[in-house]
């Protein structure tokens, strides 16, 4: 098994910056796919970044592309979402997620192991 989880997120004015953890523990897995998504009240999940380091393979939103950012450590197995001139219309839960087998994907449905999602607020 692999366990994700995630630190992070909290309530920020717009125009902040805030920055998610998603630490995995478990199994030791393989260059796995990290993605993120979100999830508003209300609305379906949406994907926002994905990431493979080993090779390198990335796909982001385009609602955030420039504003969202994904690093790791590796000896520590965690990856980071850095969020940058936050807006209230980010305003979600943020899950990140680990696919196994196969680069960034944009169907939640392809990623195996889930971290327990945190909560972002962003105020006007």
């Known amino acids: 098994q692999v366990q994700l989880v995630q630190s992070g997120g909290g309530l920020v004015q717009a125009g902040d910056f805030l920055k998610l953890s998603c630490a995995a523990s478990?199994?030791?897995?393989?260059?796995?796919?990290i993605g993120w998504f979100r999830q508003a009240p209300g609305k379906e999940r949406e994907f926002v970044s994905a990431?493979?380091?080993?090779?390198?393979?990335?796909d982001n939103a385009d609602s955030v592309k420039d504003r969202f950012v994904t690093s790791r450590d590796a000896i520590k197995k965690t990856q980071y979402l850095h969020m940058s001139r936050l807006e209230p219309e980010v305003t979600a839960i943020y899950y990140c997620?680990?696919?196994?087998?196969?680069?960034?994907?944009?169907?939640?449905?392809?990623?195996?192991?889930w971290g327990q999602g945190t909560q972002v607020t962003v105020s006007s």
């Open positions: 478990g199994r030791s897995i393989t260059n796995p796919t």
């Open positions: 997620a680990a696919r196994l087998r196969g680069g960034p994907t944009r169907n939640w449905n392809e990623y195996e192991y």
């Open positions: 990431t493979r380091w080993i090779p390198f393979a990335t």
